[in-house]
Nanobody, 117 residues
Framework: QAQVVESGGGLVQPGGSLRLSCAAS????????MGWYRQVPGKQRELVAT???????NYADFVKGRFTISRDNAKNTVYLQMDDLKPEDTAVYYC???????????WGQGTQVTVSS
């Protein structure tokens, strides 16, 4: 069955970097738009970055210039390179795989990112 699994979260100091990975299985990865979202307790999940099947990217204003989303279709994996991390980036980060034409929408379980000194 379809599955997306995040990895790469952890504790990092302000100004540091992390790279999140999301491995997809059970789907035709190349036709899916992929995205990263984040959520903190008591708040709604918010979009961080997305990348279309064709490689076009979109970023939330609060991460522009600091985060980079990319995908490797040969590895069925999407990445989120996070640089210059700030304490306010602390959240659970979720991976999403979406193919709206076919009605598919899959979420991972999330990976915790904590930015603290």
């Amino acid at each position: 069955q379809a599955q997306v699994v995040e990895s790469g979260g952890g504790l990092v100091q302000p100004g540091g970097s992390l790279r999140l990975s999301c491995a997809a299985s059970g789907i035709i990865f190349g036709i899916f738009a992929m995205g990263w979202y984040r959520q903190v307790p008591g708040k709604q999940r918010e979009l961080v970055a997305t990348i279309t099947s064709g490689g076009s990217t979109n970023y939330a204003d609060f991460v522009k210039g600091r985060f980079t989303i990319s995908r490797d279709n040969a590895k069925n994996t999407v990445y989120l390179q996070m640089d210059d991390l700030k304490p306010e980036d602390t959240a659970v980060y979720y991976c999403n795989a979406k193919q709206p034409t076919l009605g598919y929408d899959y979420w991972g379980q999330g990976t915790q990112v904590t930015v603290s000194s």
